[in-house]
T-cell receptor, first 110, second 115 residues
Framework: KQEVTQIPAALSVPEGENLVLNCSFT??????LQWFRQDPGKGLTSLLL?????REQTSGRLNASLDKSSGRSTLYIAASQPGDSATYLC?????????FGAGTTVTVRA | ETGVTQSPTHLIKTRGQQVTLRCSSQ?????VSWYQQALGQGPQFIFQ???????GRGNFPPRFSGLQFPNYSSELNVNALELDDSALYLC??????????????FGPGTRLTVT
């Protein structure tokens, strides 16, 4: 059974600081890994998708790396802004389904 | 292009009742998955439908059932509601063919409260 863990569970930083969010998974036979953003009480917004054959993906201030052999991914958010405050979820695809971590709740202080 | 939509947005039910949640897939997507997200947790996979057939199921009891229609819209039905069924229910659709079949696009969710 795939287990996905996200550390830390919560993070508070001043505006402008870089964010580093960690995700680990137990079964390396994944098809891809996705990072999502979730605002309170809302659905999921896909941020980045990394195929299992890739090492990283970038979109604007966001960069995600994937080390499939060690079962780890890291999401970097550069120059954080108060609008980045949300919960960030990591999910891996095995077969047909996504397995999610519990998320990291980020607060960016103005 | 219309994204994934879900209805209703919120609803409140009493323990023991039955509920039906609805999902319209993103245009052209023929696979739909349902997830349950309890407060403070990550979403948990309930089941997936592909071309109107159940394609896989997570660790949920049989009182959670689903349907997919020819237009690829979907329903999640929950019978004999329990207090622990209170959660955000998320629907996600995936594209067919050469597009990445495992990239899932999520709807806004339905918040179910069981009292």
């Amino acid at each position: 059974k795939q287990e996905v863990t996200q550390i830390p569970a919560a993070l508070s930083v001043p505006e402008g600081e870089n964010l580093v969010l960690n995700c680990s998974f137990t079964d390396s036979a994944i098809y891809n890994l996705q990072w999502f953003r979730q605002d309170p009480g809302k659905g999921l917004t896909s941020l980045l998708l990394i195929q299992s054959s890739q090492r990283e993906q970038t979109s604007g201030r966001l960069n995600a790396s994937l080390d499939k052999s060690s079962g780890r991914s890291t999401l970097y958010i550069a120059a954080s802004q108060p609008g980045d405050s949300a919960t960030y979820l990591c999910a891996v695809t095995n077969d047909y389904k996504l397995s999610f971590g519990a998320g990291t709740t980020v607060t960016v202080r103005a | 292009e219309t994204g994934v939509t879900q209805s209703p947005t919120h609803l409140i039910k009493t323990r023991g009742q039955q509920v039906t949640l609805r999902c319209s897939s993103q245009s052209g997507h023929n696979t739909v998955s349902w997830y349950q997200q309890a407060l403070g947790q990550g979403p948990q996979f309930i089941f997936q439908y592909y071309r109107e057939e159940e394609n896989g199921r997570g660790n949920f009891p049989p009182r959670f059932s689903g349907l997919q229609f020819p237009n690829y819209s979907s329903e999640l039905n929950v019978n004999a509601l329990e207090l622990d069924d209170s959660a955000l229910y998320l629907c996600a659709s995936s594209p067919p063919g050469l597009a990445d079949p495992y990239e899932q696009y999520f709807g806004p969710g339905t918040r179910l409260t069981v009292t």
